[in-house]
């Protein structure tokens, strides 16, 4: 499993989202800013994370809540509504 790298300290968290408030631009691939990493927590039920950059491996991971998902920098990435969820994003540089 990806962890955070060491030194990158936490400055936002999203709301949490269900299965019927994920935004539809989480559902698609897109990346985060430069220097930006994602921890994907799930609360609640499972979450199909994917990792869809061509320049990277692709990768296709179940969350749970005792599974987290990394999302690293730039690397272009979606998600995917399995059933019911709650999950947050957390938010470090």
């Given at each position: 499993m990806r962890s955070l790298?060491?030194?990158v300290a936490h400055y936002k968290s999203s709301p949490v989202f269900t299965e019927e408030t994920v935004p539809a631009a989480l559902q698609r691939s897109h990346t985060t800013a430069e220097g930006?990493?994602?921890?994907i927590t799930i609360l609640e039920g499972s979450l199909l994370y994917?990792?869809?950059d061509e320049r990277v491996p692709a990768e296709?991971?179940?969350l749970t809540p005792e599974k987290f998902g990394v999302v690293e920098p730039r690397i272009e990435h979606e998600v995917s509504i399995v059933g019911?969820?709650?999950f947050q994003v957390?938010?470090?540089?």
């Open positions: 790298p060491e030194g930006t990493w994602g921890r994917r990792i869809t296709e991971i179940l019911p969820v709650r957390d938010f470090h540089r």
